[in-house]
């Protein structure tokens, strides 16, 4: 389980301080990639064009998806609906995109405000429905003071 309330509570002093999304980012990743099944953590931000995800960064093995068009595998398909994805099991979705063969499932949460989407959090776990509704909620809260960052720069 994550330990929401230490993770929002540096997040929130990071913005304090100054910090731009990027640290935030970076530490948000950090943060999620020390919890309990929680295999590969990554951020993808959606590009300007808003047809494309590009990996920002992330703790694990490497992937070969540095870019996923929205639509395609887990993450693309969480942007085209507009909704998270708490999948127990990657192999039963038909046009899944394997970073890792020993991955079981996989959560994406997104990092919105309103309707505007700016990225998502995407985490793998090589254990089979590994994500709890609690662990969705949690990370959605990660996403969310993230998303406060985002809004925050454009002003």
């Not at 590009?47 to 887990?74: M, Q």
């Not at 899944?96 to 700016?118: D, M, T």
Request: hydrophobic share 40%.
């Amino acid at each position: 389980m994550v330990n929401t309330v230490e993770l929002l509570g540096d997040l929130q002093r990071l913005r304090e301080q100054g910090y731009l999304s990027d640290a935030l980012l970076r530490h948000a990743v950090r943060g999620l990639s020390g919890t309990d099944n929680f295999d590969w953590v990554g951020v993808y931000l959606l590009g300007k064009d808003e047809d494309e995800l590009w990996l920002h960064n992330y703790i694990g093995a490497s992937t070969e998806h540095a870019k996923i068009p929205v639509g395609t595998g887990v993450c693309g398909t969480a942007v085209a609906t507009g909704k998270n994805q708490n999948v127990p099991d990657v192999g039963a979705v038909d046009n899944y995109l394997s970073c890792n063969p020993g991955v079981k499932s996989e959560l994406v949460v997104l990092i919105r405000a309103g309707k505007e989407i700016f990225g998502q959090i995407d985490i793998d776990s090589r254990t089979p429905a590994a994500f709890s509704d609690d662990d969705e909620l949690a990370v959605q809260m990660i996403a969310d003071k993230l998303a406060e960052q985002f809004v925050h720069e454009r002003r």
